[in-house]
Nanobody, 124 residues
Framework: QVQLVESGGGSVQAGGSLRLSCAAS????????MGWFLQALGKEREFVAA????????FYADSVEGRFTISRDNAQNTVYLQMNSLKPEDTAVYYC?????????????????WGQGTQVTVSS
């Protein structure tokens, strides 16, 4: 069982930055690839970024490539999403997800555990 808690969301003007954090419980964090997803109001959840369990490999959606950076600290059981050059279309609830242990397919990342989400609002 993995429990995930996101934090760091908020309101920011276009061009600004936010850093999201996702703290994980349990002893298996360092064996799990992690990902971030977003869900805008009235839309389906969509992939943002993923990172391997070692942190040596990452993958991004085209819409955020070059603006967002995913990272992790296995000693702190935490994954981060640094979001720069934010746009109004980035407005959404952001969720982190954890995969099964020792499994990472960057372009088809899927999560077995989800956090409760954190709201990001970008105004123009």
């Amino acid at each position: 069982q993995v429990q995930l808690v996101e934090s760091g969301g908020g309101s920011v003007q276009a061009g600004g930055s936010l850093r999201l954090s996702c703290a994980a419980s349990g002893r298996t964090f360092s064996t799990r690839a992690m990902g971030w997803f977003l869900q805008a109001l009235g839309k389906e959840r969509e992939f943002v970024a993923a990172i391997s369990w070692t942190g040596t490999s990452s993958f991004y959606a085209d819409s955020v490539e070059g603006r967002f950076t995913i990272s992790r600290d296995n000693a702190q059981n935490t994954v981060y999403l640094q979001m720069n050059s934010l746009k109004p279309e980035d407005t959404a609830v952001y969720y982190c997800g954890a995969s099964v242990p020792y499994y990472y397919t960057p372009a088809r990342f899927s999560a077995n555990y989800w956090g409760q989400g954190t709201q990001v609002t970008v105004s123009s």
